[in-house]
């Protein structure tokens, strides 16, 4: 599956950001965000399961972040609010073509997307 990421930028601490990622090609069962900051590993975000829409979070992420998918347009969002500097990283969004029964690891994904990056300021 291709998975093509959109929405970062640049914005200040306390805003908001909407992240986009459309997938094609084929059907997928569950999508996530992961991050990561330079120097850093990869970190899990969310992750929305295709059939059900049941969704996990990071610590990260949690209270803050909200992860959803749009089936008819194969695509899922991930809605960043009160966004804080350590925020900074670029996202990646990311596909299963099976819905394991973890899906917090970066080895329950099987496509990525090429990642976009989110710069938080004070």
């Known amino acids: 599956v291709q998975l093509q990421a959109s929405g970062g930028g640049s914005v200040q601490a306390g805003d908001s950001l909407r992240l986009s990622c459309a997938a094609s090609g084929r059907t997928v069962s569950v999508m996530g965000w992961f991050r990561q900051a330079p120097g850093e590993e990869r970190e899990f975000v969310a992750a929305i399961r295709w059939s059900g829409g049941d969704s996990f979070y990071g610590d990260s992420a949690k209270g803050r972040f909200t992860i959803a998918r749009d089936i008819a347009k194969s695509t899922s969002y991930l809605q960043m609010n009160s966004l804080k500097l350590e925020d900074t990283a670029v996202y990646y969004c990311?596909?299963?073509?099976?819905?394991?029964?973890?899906?917090?690891?970066?080895?329950?994904?099987?496509?990525w997307g090429q990642g976009t990056l989110v710069t938080v300021s004070s």
């Open positions: 990311a596909a299963a073509r099976f819905s394991a029964a973890t899906i917090t690891r970066v080895r329950d994904f099987d496509s």
